[in-house]
């Protein structure tokens, strides 16, 4: 398999969508019922609660283990370190994009993997 990596480039431009105003008056508004599946979710008002983060820890496969399969069909690694990757793209000759992306240490390209002899690996 041929590995191509493809730099990327991104431009973000930081704005406030709110103004403060806005989000005290938010912020002064009652919580708010909504009716889901499993029942009602009483929801805070906007900006009345910290933001949080959960970032998994990623682990990789074990020396010598793979993921267990359904009878009949096998596991094998098709690609390695890659740098927090999110996405992935079959195109229509078969090559498979991965882009690799973060907010912090991203690599910030898009990676192709090329199955040049049609094996899946």
């Known amino acids: 398999m041929k590995k191509i990596v493809i730099p990327v480039i991104f431009l973000f431009t930081l704005a406030s969508c709110t103004s403060q105003k806005a ?12 009716e889901t599946a499993v029942g009602p979710l009483i929801l805070p008002p906007p900006y009345t609660t910290e933001s949080t983060t959960k970032e998994s820890k990623v682990i990789g496969w074990p020396e010598g283990k793979t993921p267990v399969a359904p009878s009949g069909f096998t596991v094998v690694k ?4 890659l740098q927090n990757p999110r996405w992935s793209y079959f ?18 390209r898009v990676t192709l993997f090329r199955d040049e002899d049609g094996d899946g690996m």
């Open 23 to 34: 989000k005290e008056e938010a912020a002064n508004q009652d919580s708010v019922t909504v």
């Open 78 to 81: 098709y690609a390695g370190d």
């Open 91 to 108: 195109g229509p000759n078969g090559d498979l994009f991965v882009t690799e992306s973060n907010t912090k240490n991203s690599a910030d």
